[in-house]
Nanobody, 122 residues
Framework: VQLVESGGGLVQAGGSLRLSCTGS????????MGWFRQAPGKEREFVAN????????YYADSVKGRFTISRDNTKNTVYLQMQNLEPEDTAVYFCVADLWAMGVGPNEYDYWGQGTQVTVSS
């Protein structure tokens, strides 16, 4: 599975962005999809994930209530709608995929996109 993210950019605090991640290859709908992020000087951290049926989603406490993950298997795409953004959300956001993982550890996910930069100004 190859993953390509888009939708990053510069936004003011309180604003919104929607990230997209499109996967190539067969059986996209079979994969757990998720998002991680990495800020300068910090480790990669879990943001959210969604199972293949889109009936189970998990969020990091830091984004709960502000971010929403969703997927459209007909388009091989997963989305991360980000609202009420804060400067602390500034990071490179990575799309991830795995057949089994539903955890928060980056090592659990086999496939990673190249990342897209999100910068939130105060």
């Amino acid at each position: 599975v190859q993953l390509v993210e888009s939708g990053g950019g510069l936004v003011q605090a309180g604003g919104s962005l929607r990230l997209s991640c499109t996967g190539s290859g067969r059986s996209f709908s079979s994969y757990v999809m998720g998002w991680f992020r990495q800020a300068p000087g910090k480790e990669r951290e879990f943001v959210a994930n969604i199972n293949w049926k889109a009936d189970a989603m998990y969020y990091a406490d830091s984004v709960k209530g502000r971010f929403t993950i969703s997927r459209d298997n007909t388009k091989n795409t997963v989305y991360l709608q980000m609202q009420n953004l804060e400067p602390e959300d500034t990071a490179v956001y990575f799309c991830v995929a795995d057949l089994w993982a539903m955890g928060v550890g980056p090592n659990e996910y086999d496939y990673w996109g190249q990342g897209t930069q999100v910068t939130v100004s105060s």
